[in-house]
């Protein structure tokens, strides 16, 4: 049963892609694509702790440790809610163009927890990035196709960095396996461990928004459709953290990097909140936020590793979950608020309060027990007052948030919205309420006067700057990469290839899916090659 669900996590979204190709099946799977993600959410129930060897030679593996269950187990229950939404919120004769760049995404977005090899785990990272593109450009309005061209411009840039930091992997490691099992140890004593580990760093700092590569989130989640947006920065996202998680071990990875990821996170977490709190977009506001949770989850592994905390990758597993669930529950009232109107649209904001304040570590939320989780690697001295302060941050601006969302345009008074909308975002709601105080209910002994203090702080903050806030300019969703662009500008022979660039990355239909082909295919070539040779 083990290997059952494993090999289906991946494969039943990819069946249901390959049904697409028939015209008398393509309404059917378009409509399935809800029930896609059941076999990642049954593997993280029953399959955790178990593993299955495809090739005896190259050690190509499928497994699931505790970290992977977590994040394995919020991402499909997320993939699943939003997949119900989109099937309301997208027009039906677009819902299959939609769901063949959907599933595709979410084959890799699951899969990349389960994968066990360098091979595996860069087939399913592509995936779960290249066919994205699709997503973002869904509305084809001239913002979403320049979203697009931005998005997978970085992606492309993240995917060639991985690709040279595996095969300096591969290269360190004695014998023919690529087991992430034994491979990654070889790290430690590899001649190229620093450029490796920058490499790795680039690849999935990209993809978790670490600054200054986290331009893609801002940009691409305003531009998305609501689901899109949805997962993009609950579950895509953290194949990133999974890969820092399974390429950056405790035991191999040098102190100092660890020093670093801490202070790259820290950057990241205050950048996102110093970004976040000026934009007027709710859905510009959530993407911001990601950028800060993800540099705090990412500050926690670095403590991790400079301490010697052995337990740091389940807690951090855990931190990321919880940004799973309650992301996704957001970016789906979004939507919901959008049509409801009168009462329903107050419901809909008094729902989402208890969850935004949870990113500040509201006591009796389940981002106070994430951050109860992450105690031990953020908790003392200065490196628990920048914790503190970020808290206090996150509050502020998940209230900017809530503030954004209840201006908003909205529907008339007595509009209500679809069953097929209300339920799913209903549905996530409850699951970032409840599940972590399922899964983690010990932790809450914390000291619930001193986790109000950042709250309280962060609501002063809110408080002082609400006649300011509105008054000051709004950055450029993407700010570095805006500033790039102006200086790039100025250099008339790069200034002329830029156009040509964008032209080229619009033409994806064609380009990107020979991307994908070629990776795939590359990926092909070196698990017959170590058959055979």
Same mark, same amino acid.
């Given at each position: 049963?083990?290997?059952?669900? =494993?090999?289906?996590?991946?494969?039943?979204?990819?069946?249901?892609?390959?049904?697409?190709?028939?015209?008398?099946?393509?309404?059917?799977?378009?409509?399935?694509?809800?029930?896609?993600?059941?076999?990642?959410?049954?593997?993280?129930?029953?399959?955790?702790?178990?593993?299955?060897?495809?090739?005896?030679?190259?050690?190509?593996?499928?497994?699931?440790?505790?970290?992977?269950?977590?994040?394995?187990?919020?991402?499909? #229950?997320?993939?699943?809610?939003?997949?119900?939404?989109?099937?309301?919120?997208?027009?039906?004769?677009?819902?299959?163009?939609?769901?063949? +760049? +959907?599933?595709? %995404?979410?084959?890799?977005?699951?899969?990349?927890?389960?994968?066990?090899?360098?091979?595996?785990?860069?087939?399913? &990272?592509?995936?779960?990035? #290249?066919?994205?593109?699709?997503?973002?450009?869904?509305?084809?309005?001239?913002?979403?196709?320049?979203?697009?061209?931005?998005? *997978?411009?970085?992606?492309?840039?993240?995917?060639?960095?991985?690709?040279?930091? &595996?095969?300096?992997?591969?290269?360190?490691?004695?014998?023919?396996?690529?087991?992430?099992?034994?491979?990654?140890?070889?790290?430690? @004593?590899?001649?190229?461990?620093?450029?490796?580990?920058?490499?790795?760093?680039?690849?999935?700092?990209?993809?978790?928004? #670490?600054?200054?590569?986290?331009?893609?989130?801002?940009?691409?989640?305003?531009?998305?459709?609501?689901?899109?947006?949805?997962?993009?920065?609950?579950?895509?996202?953290?194949?990133?953290?999974?890969?820092?998680?399974?390429?950056?071990?405790?035991?191999?990875?040098?102190?100092?990097?660890?020093?670093?990821?801490?202070?790259?996170?820290?950057?990241?977490?205050?950048?996102?909140?110093?970004?976040?709190?000026?934009?007027?977009?709710?859905?510009?506001?959530?993407?911001?936020?990601?950028?800060?949770? =993800?540099?705090?989850?990412?500050?926690?592994?670095?403590?991790? *590793?400079?301490?010697?905390?052995?337990?740091?990758?389940?807690?951090?597993?855990?931190?990321?979950?919880?940004?799973?669930?309650?992301?996704?529950?957001? &970016?789906?009232?979004?939507?919901?608020?959008?049509?409801?109107?009168?009462? /329903?649209?107050?419901?809909?904001?008094?729902?989402?309060?208890?969850?935004?304040?949870?990113?500040?570590?509201?006591?009796? %939320?389940?981002?106070?027990?994430?951050?109860?989780?992450?105690?031990?690697?953020?908790?003392?001295?200065?490196?628990?007052?920048?914790?503190?302060?970020?808290?206090? @941050?996150?509050?502020?601006?998940?209230?900017?948030?809530?503030?954004?969302?209840?201006?908003?345009?909205?529907?008339? /008074?007595?509009?209500?919205?679809?069953?097929?909308?209300?339920?799913? +975002?209903?549905?996530?709601?409850?699951?970032?309420? #409840?599940?972590?105080?399922?899964?983690?209910?010990? /932790?809450?002994?914390?000291?619930?006067?001193?986790?109000?203090?950042?709250?309280?702080?962060?609501?002063?903050?809110?408080?002082?700057?609400?006649?300011?806030?509105?008054?000051?300019?709004?950055?450029?969703?993407?700010?570095?990469?805006?500033?790039? $662009?102006?200086?790039?500008?100025?250099?008339?022979?790069?200034?002329?290839?830029?156009? $040509? =660039?964008?032209?080229?990355?619009?033409?994806?239909?064609?380009?990107?899916?020979?991307?994908?082909?070629?990776?795939?295919?590359?990926?092909?070539?070196?698990?017959?090659?170590?058959?055979?040779?």
């Amino acid at each position: 049963m083990t290997a059952a669900l =494993m090999l289906a996590t991946p494969l039943m979204p990819l069946l249901l892609l390959a049904a697409l190709a028939r015209s008398d099946w393509r309404t059917g799977a378009a409509g399935l694509v809800w029930a896609a993600p059941l076999p990642g959410l049954a593997c993280a129930l029953f399959a955790s702790g178990g593993s299955l060897v495809l090739d005896d030679r190259l050690r190509l593996t499928l497994g699931l440790d505790a970290p992977g269950a977590l994040l394995l187990g919020a991402a499909a #229950l997320l993939w699943c809610g939003a997949s119900v939404f989109a099937r309301g919120y997208i027009a039906a004769e677009a819902l299959p163009r939609f769901a063949a +760049w +959907w599933l595709p %995404t979410m084959a890799g977005s699951l899969g990349i927890f389960l994968a066990g090899d360098l091979i595996g785990f860069y087939l399913l &990272f592509a995936l779960a990035s #290249l066919p994205a593109w699709g997503l973002v450009i869904h509305d084809r309005t001239p913002r979403a196709w320049g979203a697009g061209a931005t998005y *997978i411009l970085l992606t492309v840039v993240g995917e060639a960095a991985l690709l040279a930091a &595996f095969a300096l992997l591969a290269a360190a490691a004695p014998g023919d396996s690529v087991a992430l099992a034994d491979v990654v140890p070889a790290l430690a @004593g590899s001649a190229l461990r620093e450029v490796t580990i920058a490499l790795l760093l680039v690849g999935f700092g990209l993809k978790a928004g #670490l600054v200054p590569l986290h331009v893609w989130l801002p940009i691409a989640h305003p531009a998305a459709p609501m689901p899109a947006s949805a997962v993009l920065s609950g579950a895509i996202v953290k194949a990133g953290i999974i890969g820092l998680i399974r390429f950056l071990p405790i035991e191999a990875t040098p102190v100092a990097w660890g020093g670093a990821l801490l202070a790259a996170g820290f950057a990241t977490a205050f950048w996102g909140v110093g970004f976040g709190v000026l934009q007027r977009n709710p859905k510009t506001v959530l993407a911001y936020s990601t950028v800060s949770q =993800m540099g705090v989850t990412i500050a926690a592994l670095g403590a991790g *590793i400079a301490g010697g905390i052995g337990a740091t990758p389940l807690a951090a597993a855990f931190y990321a979950m919880v940004h799973v669930l309650a992301k996704g529950a957001l &970016f789906l009232a979004v939507g919901v608020a959008a049509a409801s109107g009168g009462r /329903a649209r107050g419901l809909v904001l008094a729902a989402a309060i208890p969850i935004a304040l949870g990113f500040g570590g509201l006591p009796g %939320t389940g981002g106070w027990l994430a951050k109860e989780a992450v105690k031990d690697q953020l908790g003392d001295g200065v490196v628990g007052l920048l914790s503190a302060i970020s808290a206090a @941050g996150s509050t502020w601006l998940m209230l900017h948030f809530v503030r954004r969302l209840a201006v908003e345009d909205g529907a008339d /008074a007595d509009a209500r919205p679809a069953p097929s909308l209300l339920l799913p +975002w209903l549905g996530l709601t409850l699951a970032a309420l #409840l599940l972590p105080w399922l899964l983690a209910a010990d /932790a809450a002994g914390g000291d619930w006067a001193k986790a109000m203090l950042p709250v309280a702080a962060g609501m002063a903050a809110f408080g002082l700057a609400w006649r300011l806030t509105p008054r000051l300019p709004t950055p450029p969703e993407g700010d570095v990469i805006v500033l790039a $662009r102006a200086v790039a500008a100025r250099a008339a022979p790069i200034a002329r290839l830029l156009p $040509r =660039m964008e032209a080229t990355l619009r033409a994806w239909p064609a380009a990107g899916l020979a991307l994908l082909a070629v990776t795939l295919t590359l990926g092909a070539l070196l698990f017959s090659s170590g058959r055979t040779g």
